[in-house]
């Protein structure tokens, strides 16, 4: 696990540093509906982009104001204070208002402070609706990007490039699979905390690394004998972009719960969802990530990311979900609140928190609220368990 925590608690972890003492470019990137093949089949290392380490806010709340999301506030924040100087490159995605404009004030910022901004600054829009013209539209954008990476960094992305980086990525999401696998057993043999970490470090890592990495962690947690649910609250963590572990070590500290499962865009959603790695391999990654819909930035698919939600309830065997958004995040707010409403209407216990991101997470206020929802759960299994004693 030490180098998934490395990748997943620095910003400059030692698998970027040594990739870019190769003189191999770096480029960063917003959204996971970005395909990181992309830059894999160019020989680039894509890097999720993260606002992990901030130890102020001056520089984000100069360009952005007060009334917004901390998040890409955090991210501008490492890049006006040095941090990402590494980036060869960077791609912003429209995944919400806020990351939008990060696109603008990091280009503000740059005027300001001398080299922030990488050479290679590339705005992929992506579309709020998946059929019809909106698949058509993001694949026209994939192209786009594509030659503008071979324009810029002087490579050629040919389908078989692609076709090669998709069977790679591939791997992964099966050994993810095989993880969540693991997950999903009465008996855990491993914690929300690592398993939430290796996923991170997926997003940041040399892929071929990774997938080495974490086949030799998997094998090596199959002979694991240490149980993490022995009488614990098994609990699914959803909402907000979070790319945080500390807060997966907050929940499973009080040593009374254990988070088996996560709808976090940083988190395991894909397990098992491979790309076909035959026929025309820019289609196969449009359907693939702007197919899937599981973000509230989509139209009209409430019902489905619902559906979703329950399945995994059923499958990780849930006993509770823990609903966060970090504040002004209207995207996750709007949604957890029909969330809550829907699943505590199935008899599904839910918690809703708002949070901030960064330098200012409320640890104290979150630990308090989690409790209170843990003592909540174990309640009404009490409860339950003493109407069924009591029919008997």
Not at 48 to 64: A, C, K, P
Not at 81 to 108: N, Q, Y
Not at 292 to 312: A, H, N, W
Request: aromatic share 10%; with cysteine; hydrophobic share 40%.
């Amino acid at each position: 696990m030490e180098v998934f925590y490395d990748a997943a608690t620095r910003v400059d972890s030692k698998t970027i540093m040594d990739w870019k003492a190769s003189g191999k470019p770096v480029v960063g990137y917003t959204c996971s509906y970005t395909p990181a093949e992309i830059f894999y089949a160019a020989g680039i290392l894509p890097v999720r982009l993260r606002g992990i380490e901030t130890d102020g806010m001056d520089v984000g709340d100069t360009y952005f104001g007060p009334f917004i999301c901390s998040f890409p506030k955090c991210i501008l924040q490492l890049a006006g204070k040095g941090k990402l100087s590494f980036l060869d490159g960077a791609i912003i995605t429209p995944g919400c208002d806020g990351m939008r404009r990060l696109d603008e004030c990091w280009r503000k910022a740059g005027e300001d402070y001398a080299g922030i901004v990488p050479g290679y600054f590339y705005y992929f829009d992506v579309p709020h609706k998946s059929e019809n013209h909106g698949l058509d539209w993001y694949m026209e954008e994939l192209r786009l990007l594509i030659n503008s990476i071979e324009g810029h960094f002087k490579v050629e992305i040919t389908d078989e490039k692609l076709a090669a980086a998709i069977a790679v990525f591939n791997k992964g999401r099966r050994l993810l699979g095989e993880l969540e696998g693991l997950r999903a057993k009465e008996d855990v043999v491993v914690s929300g905390t690592e398993a939430f970490a290796a996923a991170v470090a997926g997003t940041v890592m040399p892929r071929d690394e990774y997938t080495r990495d974490l086949e030799t962690w998997l094998s090596e947690l199959k002979s694991r004998k240490t149980s993490f649910s022995d009488g614990k609250k098994r609990i699914m963590v959803v909402g907000s972009v979070s790319d945080e572990i500390d807060l997966f070590e907050l929940i499973e500290d009080r040593g009374n719960a254990v988070v088996v499962s996560e709808n976090l865009c940083f988190g395991i959603r894909y397990e098992g969802d491979e790309i076909p790695e035959t026929g025309d391999p820019k289609a196969a990654l449009a359907a693939h990530y702007l197919g899937g819909s599981v973000c509230p930035r989509m139209f009209g698919k409430y019902k489905e990311r619902l559906k979703m939600l329950t399945e995994r309830i059923t499958r990780f065997r849930v006993d509770g979900l823990i609903m966060q958004n970090i504040r002004f995040c209207d995207l996750h707010g709007a949604e957890n609140a029909l969330f809550e409403r829907d699943l505590e209407a199935l008899g599904i216990p839910c918690l809703r928190v708002e949070r901030e991101y960064g330098p200012h997470i409320d640890v104290g206020r979150m630990r308090l609220r989690i409790g209170a929802f843990l003592e909540r759960i174990s309640a009404a299994g009490k409860r339950d368990s003493g109407v069924r004693r009591a029919t008997a």
